[in-house]
T-cell receptor, first 119, second 115 residues
């Protein structure tokens, strides 16, 4: 149980285009999902917290108009990188928290990540 | 703000060797500490955690003790296996005993175990 999927796993796009990445909780409902970015040989950096039915909360320095997050259902959050540029190339990872888990079982479950390359 | 520092990798060991991956942190208050593991091609998985000083987290032969006096949470395993080859992340979150809050990660340490 507690599986999170991401789609696509890899995407290559041209500069100036937009790319959508999906994060799904497959066997549980997630009121909260998190989006992280990871550069090579660097740690995961939290970009935003995605709450079902409300606006996402972005971390300082993350452009909300650049990285659009939608969490329209309890099992799906999407991250859209708008007008992508080469510097947006990175590994994007999502995680989800089980809405029904209580106490110590309320863990974050991570997706396998999406490798974005902007040419 | 909160931060986590892990030892530089990659770490290469022979099977059955002893493993230590150092992790130190800075945080306000009383954070909860975690080790996550990422196997090739998979997402991060929680390996173990500790929620208060002197707590020892353990799982699959791995252990880490929450040392408040040295602000450390070093990961150890007495005898590694080839299947332990992965990337290991130390992380913390402030407040509470769960990882429901925001996680601050270390940079990750690549472990390779040879037969």
């Amino acid at each position: 149980g507690a599986v999170v999927s991401q789609h696509p796993s890899r995407v290559i796009c041209k500069s100036g285009t937009s790319v959508k990445i999906e994060c799904r909780s497959l066997d549980f409902q997630a009121t909260t999902m998190f989006w992280y970015r990871q550069f090579p040989k660097q740690s995961l950096m939290l970009m935003a917290t995605s709450n079902e039915g409300s606006k996402a909360t972005y971390e300082q320095g993350v452009e909300k108009d650049k990285f659009l997050i939608n969490h329209a259902s309890l099992t799906l959050s999407t991250l859209t990188v708008t007008s992508a540029h080469p510097e947006d190339s990175s590994f994007y990872i999502c995680s989800a928290r089980d809405a029904e888990a209580q106490g110590a079982k309320n863990e974050q479950y991570f997706g396998p990540g999406t490798r974005l390359t902007v040419t | 703000g909160d931060s986590v520092t892990q030892m530089e990798g990659p770490v290469t060991l022979s099977e059955e060797a002893f493993l230590t991956i150092n992790c130190t942190y800075t945080a306000t208050g009383y954070p909860s500490l975690f080790w996550y593991v990422q196997y090739p091609g998979e997402g991060l998985q929680l390996l173990l955690k500790a929620t208060k000083a002197d707590d020892k987290g353990s799982n699959k032969g791995f252990e880490a003790t929450y040392r408040k006096e040295t602000t450390s949470f070093h990961l150890e395993k007495g005898s590694v296996q080839v299947s332990d080859s992965a990337v290991y992340f130390c992380a913390l979150t402030g407040g509470g005993g769960t990882s429901y809050g925001k996680l601050t990660f270390g940079q990750g340490t690549i472990l390779t175990v040879h037969p």
